[in-house]
Structure formats: structure tokens, C-alpha cells
């Protein structure tokens, strides 16, 4: 257990240091209380939802390990949900995907659903006072089984998802005018090929021309935004993805879109750190799929490495705070699931503070005369200084555990909650 005492001598012992590089300590932990993460659901039953508990994960994508207690209904995954949050700092989103509907048992297809849908999760949401963002699903289902979706060259198929996705900004919209924030709606889509086609210009037009149609509702963006997600490759799409990188850069900045940057969605030497500032020249707003590819589009746990250090400082060096909406994206299922939202949340929310508690100025003036020396020097240095502190202070101000105290209620809810299920 860490006293409050102790977190209150070291947190004035690091509000010292960095008050020697001008850094308001306090006002930085201001800050950090205006940071909402989108906490993705789909961490709590390895992207299975509700609609088919029997169905299989398509589309490319892949949640290896069999850890036992994952939720089995929306009840049990608001549950453990709960819990996560209940560890982290600050208040923050999630994210649901359409399959995590409650239809009372019905069969409501994904060309059907309705905000009725998911009212549980808005009141939950209320609640909770958090915010609700939203995705279509278009994998995991019959009519994606050949691996197309909205690029389909059969026109049915193509339309059944065009509903879909046309219903899911209703939801995004119903979202927004509940909870009063506006629900970011991510379309992500699988289409694509295991080898080389010999035609990757038509499967981008009927792409272009189904988002035209799923867009062409106008929805005030003060309750819904738009977002599309690229890939590179997916298990099956090996060759060619339809809905690649700069398809989306073109058609996100053609329609005023959000383009959504996943970090496993890129050549593994290529980082969604360094696209930001070069995307935020041209478009207003960026979302990201904060995830951690381990040779390929892995989904593991957000670790505190650097690229999550980087990513983080490319948000908040500029003051792109309000810019940038910071969402979630790994699946495992090899470790409590629980654990999973916790690391993976609470390591996002430590990249950012360590970021804001960066003498960017002073580091910007030494970057512009020309003294790289300085510039090396003292960024190595900072690396050791004390965040941890500010950190633990942050934590408890929040009421949440300090240091690893959450580990043990984690492992209290495991055994209390998660062994009783069955999996
Ligand atoms: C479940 C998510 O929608 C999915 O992970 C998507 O965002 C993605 O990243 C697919 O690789
Ligand atoms: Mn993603």
C-alpha cells in the first residue's frame, strides 16, 4: 500500500524538479482530468458480441488464448467493465461494436438494427457519466464469408451492408444527443484478397461509392463524427486490402472525415507516431486505434514502449489534445481480461502525462538554434525524472489504486466474479 504521505512528499519532490524546467506540475494534472480514452469492449469477450454466441471471429482478425471469465452477456461485460474502470484514472469512453446489441433474445439481423438496441448500454453510459462511441460490424457474419463486404461485386450483398453502416451512424447520432458527446462511428472493413488481383481499381470504386451512399445523411457532428480505418493486410487479405491507407487518406480528406490510424495496420517498420503531424495539416481531426502489432496486426496489450511514448508526444507537443480522439484496439486472450483494459488504458494515460510533463519549449528552442547536443542531452535526462510520482498523486486524486494496488483487485474480482463462469 502506498501512504498517502509518501505519494504527497514525492509528488512536491517532482513538482520541484520539473519546476526547474518551468513545468506547472499541478496544472498538468488539470489537464490529464480532461483526457477521455475510448475503451474498446470488445478487450471483455475477445470480439465475440452478442448476437451469435456460437458464431466464429472473421474477417482477418484473431483473439488467440483461452484465459477463462470472459463476459458472456452484456450484463456480465458492463460488469467487468465497471471494474476496469474502476482502476483507471479520470474519466473516459467506450466503444462498442454493433454485435454487442441486446435484442431479448430476437434475431435482429445487421441490416435492422435500431438505437433500441443498445438503449441498455446508454443508460449504463448515463450511469456511468461517460461517452459512447460506436462501429459498424462487417465481419463475423454469412454475407462476409467470401472476405467482401461494402466493395462486394454483387450488389445485394453490397446493400445489406450499406444499410448497416447507414444505421450505425443513427446509433452514433442517438449516442451523441443522449450522453451529450459526440459519438465517434468507425467504419473498418476486411475486404480484400489472399493473392495478387488482377483488378484493385474496381473493388475501390464500388468502396467509394457504397461510403458515398452510407454518408449521404447529413448527422450534425455535434453528435455524430465520421471515421474510416485502413489496413494493410489482414489473415486471408494478404495481397491486397481494398480499403487501404491512401484510399481512406483521399477519401477522409475529399468528405471531411476522420481518418482512423491503427497502429497495427501498417508495414511493421512504419509508425502511426509519424503520420500524425503530416495528417493534421489537412484534416481537422484524427482518430486513433492505439493497439501494439508484434510482427504483424497482433492486437497485443498497449505496453509503455516507445512508440506509445511517441505517439503521445505527437499529441500533445503540438496541442493536439482536442484533435486527436484516442481509442483502444487489442484482443487477448491469453491473460485476464480485465488486467488487459487496465495495462493497456493505464499505460495511455502515462504516455500522455509523460508527455505533458515535457519542456517542449525549451527543447523546441535548442531544436531551432541548432543545439542538438542540448536537445539529446536533456531528453535523455528526462527520462529518468519522476512522472511515477505525478502519476501516484494523479491516481489517488482520482481514487483509484496507486502504483500496482489495482493487481490486487483484479485478482480479488477473479476470484470472487470471473472463476464462477463458465466458459
Ligand atoms: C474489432 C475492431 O473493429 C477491429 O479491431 C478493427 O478496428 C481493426 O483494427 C481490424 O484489424
Ligand atoms: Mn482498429
Same mark, same amino acid.
Given at each position: 500500500?502506498?501512504?498517502?504521505?509518501?505519494?504527497?512528499?514525492?509528488?512536491?519532490?517532482?513538482?520541484? %524538479?520539473?519546476?526547474?524546467?518551468?513545468?506547472?506540475?499541478?496544472?498538468?494534472?488539470?489537464?490529464?482530468?480532461?483526457?477521455?480514452?475510448?475503451?474498446?469492449?470488445?478487450?471483455?469477450?475477445?470480439?465475440?458480441?452478442?448476437?451469435?454466441?456460437?458464431?466464429?471471429?472473421?474477417?482477418?482478425?484473431?483473439?488467440?488464448?483461452?484465459?477463462?471469465?470472459?463476459?458472456?452477456?452484456?450484463?456480465?461485460?458492463?460488469?467487468?467493465?465497471?471494474?476496469?474502470? $474502476?482502476?483507471?484514472?479520470?474519466?473516459?469512453?467506450?466503444?462498442?461494436?454493433?454485435?454487442?446489441?441486446?435484442?431479448?433474445? /430476437?434475431?435482429?439481423?445487421?441490416?435492422?438494427?435500431?438505437?433500441?438496441?443498445?438503449?441498455?448500454?446508454?443508460?449504463?453510459?448515463?450511469?456511468?457519466?461517460?461517452?459512447?462511441?460506436?462501429?459498424?460490424?462487417?465481419?463475423?457474419?454469412?454475407?462476409?464469408?467470401?472476405?467482401?463486404?461494402?466493395?462486394?461485386?454483387?450488389?445485394?450483398?453490397?446493400?445489406?451492408?450499406?444499410?448497416?453502416?447507414?444505421?450505425?451512424?443513427?446509433?452514433?447520432?442517438?449516442?451523441?444527443?443522449?450522453?451529450?458527446?459526440?459519438? +465517434?462511428?468507425?467504419?473498418?472493413?476486411?475486404?480484400?484478397?489472399? @493473392?495478387?488481383?488482377?483488378?484493385?481499381?474496381?473493388?475501390?470504386?464500388?468502396? /467509394?461509392?457504397?461510403?458515398?451512399?452510407?454518408?449521404?445523411?447529413?448527422?450534425?457532428?455535434?453528435?455524430?463524427?465520421?471515421?474510416?480505418? $485502413?489496413? %494493410?493486410?489482414?489473415?486471408?487479405?494478404?495481397?491486397?486490402?481494398?480499403?487501404?491507407?491512401?484510399? #481512406?487518406?483521399? #477519401?477522409? %480528406?475529399?468528405?471531411?472525415?476522420?481518418?482512423?490510424?491503427?497502429?497495427?495496420?501498417?508495414?511493421?517498420?512504419?509508425?502511426?507516431?509519424?503520420?500524425?503531424?503530416?495528417?493534421?495539416?489537412?484534416?481537422?481531426?484524427?482518430?486513433?486505434?492505439?493497439?501494439?502489432?508484434?510482427?504483424?496486426?497482433?492486437?497485443?496489450?498497449?505496453?509503455?514502449?516507445?512508440?506509445?511514448?511517441?505517439?503521445?508526444?505527437?499529441?500533445?507537443? &503540438?496541442?493536439?489534445?482536442?484533435?486527436?480522439?484516442?481509442?483502444?484496439?487489442?484482443?487477448?486472450?491469453?491473460?485476464?481480461?480485465?488486467?488487459?483494459?487496465?495495462?493497456?488504458?493505464?499505460?495511455?494515460?502515462?504516455? %500522455?502525462?509523460?508527455?505533458?510533463?515535457?519542456?517542449?519549449?525549451?527543447?523546441?528552442? #535548442?531544436?531551432?538554434?541548432?543545439?542538438?547536443?542540448?536537445?539529446?542531452?536533456?531528453?535523455?535526462?528526462?527520462?529518468?525524472? &519522476?512522472?511515477?510520482? +505525478?502519476?501516484?498523486? #494523479?491516481?489517488?486524486?482520482?481514487?483509484?489504486?496507486?502504483?500496482? @494496488?489495482?493487481?490486487?483487485?483484479?485478482?480479488?474480482?477473479?476470484?470472487?466474479?470471473?472463476?464462477?463462469?463458465?466458459?
Amino acid at each position: 500500500m502506498y501512504s498517502d504521505k509518501k505519494i504527497n512528499q514525492a509528488f512536491q519532490w517532482a513538482k520541484e %524538479l520539473y519546476g526547474r524546467w518551468g513545468i506547472d506540475v499541478e496544472k498538468v494534472v488539470q489537464a490529464m482530468e480532461g483526457v477521455a480514452i475510448s475503451m474498446h469492449c470488445w478487450q471483455g469477450d475477445d470480439v465475440g458480441g452478442f448476437e451469435d454466441p456460437e458464431g466464429d471471429l472473421t474477417g482477418g482478425i484473431q483473439a488467440t488464448g483461452n484465459y477463462p471469465g470472459k463476459a458472456r452477456s452484456a450484463d456480465e461485460l458492463r460488469q467487468d467493465l465497471g471494474q476496469a474502470f $474502476s482502476l483507471i484514472p479520470g474519466k473516459h469512453r467506450l466503444n462498442l461494436h454493433a454485435i454487442y446489441l441486446e435484442t431479448g433474445g /430476437k434475431k435482429v439481423d445487421r441490416d435492422e438494427i435500431t438505437p433500441q438496441h443498445f438503449s441498455k448500454w446508454v443508460d449504463w453510459a448515463k450511469e456511468k457519466g461517460i461517452g459512447l462511441d460506436f462501429n459498424p460490424t462487417l465481419f463475423s457474419h454469412p454475407k462476409a464469408d467470401d472476405g467482401f463486404t461494402l466493395s462486394h461485386p454483387d450488389q445485394g450483398i453490397r446493400d445489406f451492408w450499406i444499410e448497416h453502416c447507414k444505421r450505425s451512424r443513427k446509433i452514433g447520432e442517438y449516442f451523441g444527443k443522449e450522453l451529450g458527446t459526440a459519438a +465517434v462511428t468507425n467504419i473498418w472493413l476486411p475486404d480484400g484478397y489472399k @493473392d495478387i488481383p488482377v483488378d484493385k481499381f474496381s473493388p475501390r470504386e464500388r468502396l /467509394k461509392d457504397s461510403l458515398d451512399q452510407i454518408l449521404s445523411e447529413n448527422i450534425d457532428k455535434e453528435y455524430n463524427l465520421d471515421a474510416v480505418e $485502413s489496413k %494493410l493486410f489482414g489473415i486471408g487479405s494478404e495481397s491486397y486490402v481494398v480499403g487501404s491507407h491512401e484510399f #481512406y487518406l483521399g #477519401y477522409s %480528406l475529399k468528405n471531411d472525415l476522420l481518418l482512423c490510424l491503427d497502429a497495427g495496420h501498417f508495414h511493421p517498420t512504419e509508425y502511426i507516431s509519424n503520420k500524425i503531424s503530416a495528417c493534421l495539416l489537412y484534416l481537422d481531426e484524427l482518430l486513433l486505434h492505439v493497439s501494439r502489432p508484434v510482427r504483424w496486426d497482433s492486437d497485443h496489450v498497449v505496453i509503455l514502449d516507445d512508440e506509445l511514448q511517441a505517439i503521445a508526444q505527437q499529441i500533445v507537443r &503540438p496541442g493536439f489534445l482536442d484533435r486527436v480522439h484516442i481509442g483502444l484496439d487489442f484482443f487477448d486472450a491469453s491473460i485476464n481480461r480485465i488486467a488487459a483494459w487496465v495495462i493497456g488504458t493505464r499505460n495511455m494515460l502515462k504516455a %500522455l502525462l509523460i508527455a505533458m510533463l515535457e519542456p517542449t519549449a525549451t527543447l523546441k528552442e #535548442y531544436e531551432l538554434n541548432g543545439d542538438l547536443t542540448a536537445r539529446l542531452a536533456i531528453l535523455e535526462e528526462l527520462k529518468a525524472y &519522476p512522472w511515477q510520482a +505525478v502519476w501516484n498523486y #494523479y491516481c489517488a486524486e482520482n481514487n483509484v489504486p496507486v502504483g500496482e @494496488d489495482w493487481f490486487t483487485e483484479v485478482r480479488n474480482y477473479e476470484k470472487e466474479v470471473l472463476s464462477n463462469r463458465n466458459s
